[in-house]
């Protein structure tokens, strides 16, 4: 069975800080896809980033970057300089070709001024 | 249209009711999924629909629960006798799945349902 894991319910960092969202999955392929969508308070869910198992390059993007761990079934999520409108629900998910998408029960990131 | 679109954005219902949550994908995707969201939790995942296959729908959590897709276009979630617990967001996501770009950019969500039943 796949199963996702986001440990941390509820995250406050305050303005500037930087902040780590944990995400750990379970899955008996040996291919699959993890994703990091983020919600904002306005409902709607944005895609941010996928991988693959294959390949483990960390990847930046602009204040965002993504460690992925295969050894440890990690896909972590660190946003840096955390900035107010970073606030918001951060889902990861697992999924791979022609399956539903599994996602974890989400962080709440709340960036304080 | 350019997103998923979902309707009604909102819709009251009383105890006992049905309702029908409409879904339109992206035109061209030929998945398209359906989840619940209640207040403060994560996605539940409900069916799914993969082309002309048929439909998983090892997340619907009752016989209440139903789901069409005409094709690979608009889909419906029926709620029969809909009750308090039925409460939430419903999110309707579609995707090329079998291709690449659904692995490379994931699900497209629409903006959901809200759910309220009184």
């Known amino acids: 069975a796949q199963k996702v894991t986001q440990a941390q319910t509820e995250i406050s960092v305050v303005e500037k800080e930087d902040v780590t969202l944990d995400c750990v999955y379970e899955?008996?392929?040996?291919?699959?896809?993890l994703f990091w969508y983020k919600q904002p308070p306005s409902g709607e869910l944005v895609f941010l980033i996928r991988?693959?198992?294959?390949?483990?390059q960390n990847e930046i993007s602009g204040r965002y970057s993504w460690n992925f761990q295969k050894s440890t079934s990690s896909f972590n999520f660190t946003i840096t300089a955390s900035q107010v409108v970073d606030s918001a629900v951060y889902f990861c998910a697992l999924g791979n070709y022609g399956q539903n998408f599994v996602f974890g029960p989400g962080t709440r990131l709340s960036v304080l001024p | 249209g350019a997103g998923v679109s979902q309707s009604p954005s909102n819709k009251v219902t009383e105890k006992g009711k049905d309702v029908e949550l409409r879904c339109d994908p992206i035109s061209g995707h030929t998945a398209l999924y359906w989840y619940r969201q209640r207040l403060g939790q994560g996605l539940e995942f409900l069916i799914y629909?993969?082309?002309?296959?048929?439909?998983?729908k090892s997340g619907l959590p009752s016989d209440r629960f139903s789901a069409e897709r005409t094709g690979e276009s608009v889909s419906t979630l029926t709620i029969q006798r809909t009750q308090q617990e039925d409460s939430a967001v419903y999110l309707c996501?579609?995707?090329?799945?079998?291709?690449?770009?659904?692995?490379?950019?994931?699900?497209?969500f629409g903006s959901g349902t809200r759910l309220t039943v009184v």
């Open positions: 996501a579609s995707s090329n799945s079998g291709t690449a770009s659904s692995l490379v950019y994931g699900y497209t």
């Open positions: 629909f993969q082309g002309n296959s048929a439909p998983d």
């Open positions: 899955t008996r392929d040996t291919t699959y896809y």
């Open positions: 991988r693959n198992s294959f390949d483990e």
